[in-house]
């Protein structure tokens, strides 16, 4: 019971996560047609995009890193004499790591066309 509580609490997290991305994205979009007729506000519009290149950068090295993990874990399977046990727990690992990676793309994606 406790781990449902605990799954309903990060799916919510989650969910307000990606609800605040889209809302940022959606207050730069307004800002940028703001600024045409601002021009003070240039400055604001910089700073997001400096934080769009972070993230961006961010999402970036995550997806490499895990991509990583995946081959070497690709590798141990092919390349050493394992267990049925272990070669059972490296395939849902990479499974889950294909989930995360899909994950990151997709906010990558998001990123991109914002």
């Given amino acids: ?3 449902a509580k605990r799954d309903l609490i990060i799916n919510n997290i989650n969910s307000e996560i990606a ?3 889209n809302d940022l994205f ?3 979009n307004e800002l940028k047609i703001v600024a045409k007729e601002n021009k003070f506000l240039e400055e ?3 700073d ?3 934080y769009y290149n972070y993230i961006n950068e961010e999402k970036l090295q995550q997806y490499r890193a895990l991509e990583m993990i995946y081959n070497y874990l690709d590798r141990i399977n092919v390349d050493t ?3 049925d046990e272990i070669l059972e727990q490296t395939k849902y690992d990479q499974q889950e790591l294909l989930k995360e990676m899909n994950n990151i793309k997709q906010e990558l994606d998001m ?4």
């Fill in 1 to 3: 019971m406790e781990l």
């Fill in 19 to 21: 609800y605040k991305k």
């Fill in 26 to 28: 959606n207050k730069v």
């Fill in 44 to 46: 604001v519009i910089q």
């Fill in 48 to 50: 997001y995009k400096r």
């Fill in 81 to 83: 004499d394992i267990t």
């Fill in 111 to 114: 990123l991109i066309s914002n």
